[in-house]
């Protein structure tokens, strides 16, 4: 949600600083900060908004060498100069930026303020730094080391000293860190996009420990100070991949790179020649899979969709009993986790706080855990007994879209493999890989000609109530259709299984409400042409995504939007795209900020 960059060496810090925030700006947009150390002290400037006021504020030539930055998505405390971080001690000798929640922060703020201690904001990062101000005698590390102790909650930290030029202290505890390692210099940073301009070559953080970093020295050791001895791994993404590179929006740029993202997320994990799915990371547990009595998927948000499409898909391949659950919902409702259950956490980012609850909580009831994630080194793979990444590249834009198709392509290729070692004959298993092995194809087909939803979206974007259905694998793209619409341009939208519009929503269809249908070819094809009658008795304008070559469909809607074909289980990895890019549209339409929705952030790093 918020992000953490810092830096120390031998060239000038703000420019790095900046750009690292700049970067990191997807995570947190409401307010910015940073903090500059040399021989004069410590020079601190923050502000409410993006980045580019808190630039407008400073001297960009400003000569330190050693300093830390922030970018805030405000959960306690509105998003105020004074609430930005980073914030500073009342003797302003130490600086401090912040992840995460300080849950006693009450407690520890009423001891400060009786031993005299002044504060000059509500937050309770406040309350941390001036912890460790008080237990500070000249070593910046024992002092964090000490405040730590006291400390409820969840951390990412960064904290440097007017006296201590050169270094930082950082910790973790529930929010990532990782440092890169450079020439004569290190850098720290809450996400890999941070600091890929410097240095691919990282060490990650694990809960529980903390980094002292100076330019030439990088010391991990444990919160009681017992040396960590950790290697340095290469980060996987390049620069390009987080560039704009043309493209107005992440978003749009995202969209279009789901046929390479794809490619890449099958890449030598699908043989066509066996009709085989290799997954390295599940090849330790397959045994323990295929024994499985049960399978939880649990996820948030558009992860929650993907898990979904995963439900239907290992029901109908493995044929295990597999449902899906909000990962918020999973972790209070004393699950029932016996053996042979099997939860599998869905995510992009690998650090979502409700995503990485549900997770612990189903290890801690002894169930096998898979991590189905993007990131690289994020805490879900990290905590996870096993998984599949998703190798679609970085994903930046705040809705997601790329990580929707490689969740599903993944999902899609577990189940197979289960799928083959269970029910699934050579023959069924040969045509399931050889469709997924088209789709990258099929994707840029279809995003070749992919205009028309941009007219779509010009001439609906004034409606503020869609409707999506689905049946099927295409339920779930409906429910997503319908979060896109809503995360990035503001319209409501409500997603359903298309006969549940009958039990209810049917209310809602008065003349010209757009009503997406998801009418492919499939079992449920004249079913769903039954609803797109119900939608046009009542006068809705049918917007029909379905399959090329159907003509039938066209006297049935006002606008039909084809995708390429494919078997059943793997059309949402084609019907979600024209989904992702009428929302797009229609937000862009409407003059929203694509890449920064109001109220939301990239990954919800809170409970
Ligand atoms: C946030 C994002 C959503 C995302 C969800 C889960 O709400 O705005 O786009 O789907 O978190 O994120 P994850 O990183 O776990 O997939």
């Not at 420990?209 to 390049?238: K, N, Q």
């Not at 590179?245 to 066996?274: N, V, W």
């Not at 779509?456 to 503020?464: D, G, L, S, V």
Request: net charge negative.
């Amino acid at each position: 949600m918020c992000g953490i960059i810092g830096y120390t060496g031998q060239k000038r810090a703000l420019p790095i600083l900046l750009e690292g925030l700049r970067r990191l700006e997807y995570r947190g947009y409401d307010s910015a900060g940073v903090a500059l150390v040399d021989r004069n002290g410590l020079s601190v400037t923050k502000a409410a908004g993006r980045i580019f006021v808190l630039e407008q504020l400073i001297d960009t030539q400003l000569p330190q060498t050693h300093g830390i930055g922030h970018t805030r998505w405000a959960t306690h405390g509105a998003p105020t100069d004074v609430n930005a971080h980073p914030h500073v001690d009342a003797t302003d000798r130490i600086a401090l930026i912040h992840n995460g929640i300080i849950e006693n922060n009450r407690a520890l703020r009423t001891y400060l303020e009786q031993q005299g201690i002044e504060f000059r904001s509500e937050t309770d990062t406040e309350v941390l730094v001036q912890l460790i101000a008080h237990f500070y005698d000249g070593d910046l590390e024992a002092a964090v080391r000490r405040a730590l102790h006291d400390v409820t909650g969840t951390y990412g930290i960064a904290v440097v000293a007017r006296d201590e030029l050169g270094v930082i202290i950082a910790a973790r505890k529930g929010s990532p860190l990782i440092v890169g390692v450079g020439k004569g210099e290190h850098l720290l940073a809450s996400d890999p996009a941070a600091i890929l301009a410097h240095t691919t070559q990282v060490v990650y953080l694990d809960d529980g420990e903390m980094a002292r970093i100076t330019p030439d020295e990088l010391r991990l050791t444990t919160l009681d100070a017992v040396p960590v001895a950790r290697g340095v791994e290469e980060v996987e993404w390049s620069l390009e991949q987080i560039e704009l590179s043309g493209y107005d929006h992440f978003m749009l740029k995202e969209i279009f790179e789901q046929p390479e993202a794809i490619e890449t997320c099958l890449r030598g994990r699908i043989d066509l020649t066996e009709g085989a799915v290799r997954l390295g990371g599940l090849v330790d547990c397959t045994r323990e899979l295929t024994r499985a009595k049960r399978i939880i998927l649990t996820a948030c948000g558009t992860a929650w969709h993907a898990a979904l499409v995963g439900e239907y898909l290992f029901e109908e391949l493995v044929r295990i009993p597999t449902e899906t659950e909000y990962a918020s919902e999973f972790r209070y409702r004393n699950p029932i986790i016996d053996d042979g259950t099997v939860v599998i956490a869905v995510s992009q980012s690998g650090e979502t706080a409700d995503t990485l609850a549900a997770l612990a909580e189903a290890k801690q009831r002894g169930a096998l855990t898979l991590g189905v994630v993007n990131v690289v080194g994020s805490t879900v793979a990290r905590e996870s007994d096993e998984g599949v990444f998703l190798h679609v590249g970085p994903e930046i834009g705040v809705a997601s879209t790329k990580a929707f198709t490689g969740q599903v392509a993944v999902l899609a290729m577990i189940a197979c493999y289960l799928g083959r070692r269970k029910h699934m004959s050579p023959t069924a298993a040969m045509q399931f890989i050889s469709a997924l092995a088209q789709i990258p194809d099929q994707m840029r087909r279809f995003l070749k000609n992919a205009e028309q939803t941009e007219g779509i979206a010009e001439q609906y974007c004034n409606r503020e109530n869609w409707l999506y259905l689905g049946r099927g694998y295409n339920y779930p793209v409906a429910l997503e259709g319908a979060l896109k619409l809503k995360e990035i341009s503001y319209i409501h939208a409500e997603g359903l299984p298309a006969a549940e519009m009958k039990h209810g929503p049917i209310a809602l269809i008065t003349k010209g409400m757009p009503v997406v249908v998801i009418a492919t070819a499939g079992v449920q094809y004249d079913k769903i042409l039954n609803n797109i009658e119900e939608v046009r008795t009542r006068g809705g304008s049918v917007i029909a995504i379905a399959t090329e070559g159907d003509k039938e469909i066209q006297s049935m809607a006002e606008h039909v939007v084809y995708v390429p074909d494919t078997i059943e289980p793997l059309q949402p990895l084609l019907t979600s795209i024209p989904l992702q890019l009428i929302a797009y549209h229609a937000a862009v339409k409407r003059g929203c900020n694509v890449d920064k929705p109001r109220n939301l952030a990239k990954s919800v790093t809170v409970e």
